[in-house]
């Protein structure tokens, strides 16, 4: 689910630059906001969480 979740995510920053919303080369903070806005409009669904070790 991660590995999916991250192909998303780079299909969705390669549109956003052929598009003229981030640049080429985006700075970390350029990425992080881009992915922030996109998980609140509902473009990409928010990142799974690995499950938490049951204790035993």
Do not use: C, S
């Amino acid at each position: 689910m991660l590995r999916e979740h991250k192909e998303e995510r780079r299909r969705l920053y390669k549109e956003a630059i052929v598009a003229g919303e981030l640049p080429a080369n985006p700075t970390k903070e350029q990425r992080k906001t881009f992915i922030a806005e996109a998980t609140e409009r509902g473009d990409l669904p928010p990142k799974p969480r690995r499950p938490e070790p049951q204790g035993g």
